[in-house]
């Protein structure tokens, strides 16, 4: 027996900037609110990931989505995001100034 705990589909984004993730919906409270640790964890981590700009959802259009299809399958001890993170920049916190991501 195989145990998972985190299933991570990566992708680039073109418009929206910084990282920030999109995860499923649960209806146990108490499972919905570890599933938020994670990100909580990243945007605490890692200055150009946005917690603001994660979004919980269920929408019937990302259901052929990895984080969809692969939480469908999974126990509930299994969390599985989408991490998109911008093709050319990020802000920090409290600026309006778009800082590129570079090879360095």
Do not use: W
């Amino acid at each position: 027996k195989t145990i998972l705990e985190f299933y991570i589909d990566i992708h680039a984004h073109s418009t929206m900037m910084n990282g920030f993730m999109y995860g499923n919906v649960f209806e146990e409270e108490e499972r919905f609110q570890r599933q938020v640790i994670f990100p909580k964890l990243l945007c605490q981590n890692a200055e150009d990931f946005s917690f603001s700009r994660t979004s919980f959802n269920r929408d019937t259009v990302k259901a052929g989505t990895g984080r969809r299809f692969i939480g469908g399958l999974l126990d509930d001890s299994s969390y599985c995001y989408t991490l998109e993170v911008s093709f050319y920049s990020y802000m920090m916190g409290g600026t309006s100034a778009a800082i590129p991501y570079t090879e360095e």
